[in-house]
C-alpha cells in the first residue's frame, strides 16, 4: 500500500482474466499480476496471458503462486516449463480444502523490468530473488517448507523459520530486515498457538511502514474479524466479517493518511 508521490507511477489494468498493477520507479517497473482461468478453456491457458504481458514489458519474475488441487502440480511445473524454459524463481503451490479437485483457480506473479535479479539458492533450490534500486536491496523467498512431513506440525515450523533465516543469510540479511510475510497452514486453527510461538522466536511484527525518498508503503498483515477482547466477531456469518475486516484495514490506512486508491496488492484467505 503506497502514498504516491511525483515521482512514483501507479498503472492498474483489470480485465475478465487478467490483473496487473504497474508501480513505475525512477529505475524500475514493478508488477503485481494476477492471472484467471477463462471458462471452457484449458486450465493453464492463463499461464500464456502472464507470460505475453511479461515479454512485451521485458519484465523478470520474482515468485509465482499458484491456486489449485497438488495433483494438478506436476503438469502444472511442465507446463510453465514449456512456455518459459528454466523456471527460475520459486513458486508456492497452494491447494485450499474449499478448491475443486481438477482445475486451477488462478495465479499470482510479482516481477521486475528495468532492472537486474539475483537468485537466492538455498541447498540447491532456487527460494527467492534479489533486486536494489538506489535506496535499498530487495529480498523476496517463497516456497519455503518443510519436507518432513512425518515429524510434528510445530517441528515443521520450526524448520521453515530455520530455513527463511538461512536464506537470507546467503545474502547478508536476518529477521530484522523481513517487512512482510506469508504464511500458509493446513488447519489452521487446530495448531495456531503451537505455529505462533514458533513464528514469535523469529519474526513478531503486524503492521510494517517503510518511508523511501518519494513514497511510503505500508504492509499490513493479520487482519481479521476480531473483537476488541480477543475474540472471533460475527462467528458463522461470512459478509459481516469481511465488513468488519475491511473496516479495520481501511481505519489502518487512514491512520497513516491514505485510502484504497494506494493499494496495490491484498491477499484475503477464507479458512
Not at 517463497?142 to 518432513?148: M, R
Not at 523459520?161 to 547478508?172: D, H, N, P, S, V
Amino acid at each position: 500500500m503506497n502514498r504516491i508521490r511525483k515521482t512514483v507511477k501507479v498503472q492498474k489494468s483489470f480485465t475478465k482474466d487478467m490483473d496487473v498493477v504497474t508501480v513505475s520507479r525512477s529505475l524500475y517497473k514493478k508488477h503485481y499480476i494476477t492471472v484467471h482461468p477463462e471458462n471452457g478453456t484449458e486450465p493453464f491457458n492463463m499461464f500464456d496471458k502472464a507470460f505475453r504481458f511479461l515479454k512485451e514489458n521485458n519484465a523478470i519474475v520474482l515468485l509465482q503462486n499458484i491456486f489449485g488441487p497438488c495433483s494438478m502440480y506436476r503438469e502444472g511445473m511442465n507446463n510453465l516449463a514449456s512456455l518459459f524454459g528454466d523456471v527460475s524463481w520459486p513458486v508456492t503451490w497452494l491447494e485450499g480444502d474449499t478448491l475443486p479437485m481438477n482445475a486451477l483457480t488462478g495465479a499470482q506473479l510479482h516481477a521486475v523490468s528495468n532492472t537486474s535479479i539475483e537468485p537466492v539458492v538455498l541447498d540447491n533450490h532456487v527460494v527467492g530473488n534479489v533486486f536494489e534500486d538506489e535506496n535499498a536491496r530487495y529480498c523476496y523467498l517463497a516456497d519455503i517448507k518443510s519436507l518432513h512431513t512425518s515429524i510434528s506440525r510445530r517441528d515443521q515450523a520450526m524448520e521453515t523459520f530455520e530455513k527463511m533465516e538461512r536464506g537470507l543469510q546467503t545474502i547478508g540479511m536476518d529477521f530484522s530486515n523481513v517487512v512482510r510475510t506469508w504464511l500458509y497452514l493446513n488447519k489452521i486453527l487446530e495448531w495456531y498457538d503451537d505455529f505462533n510461538k514458533v513464528r514469535t522466536e523469529f519474526f513478531n511484527s503486524r503492521a510494517v511502514e517503510i518511508e523511501f525518498p518519494d513514497h511510503r508503503r505500508l504492509y499490513v498483515s493479520g487482519t481479521a474479524s476480531i473483537k476488541p477482547t480477543g475474540e472471533t466477531a460475527f462467528v458463522g456469518d461470512t459478509e459481516k466479517q469481511v465488513a468488519l475486516t475491511m473496516e479495520v484495514v481501511f481505519e489502518i490506512l487512514k491512520s497513516r493518511n491514505m485510502d484504497w486508491s494506494d493499494l496495490v496488492r491484498a491477499d484475503a484467505l477464507k479458512v
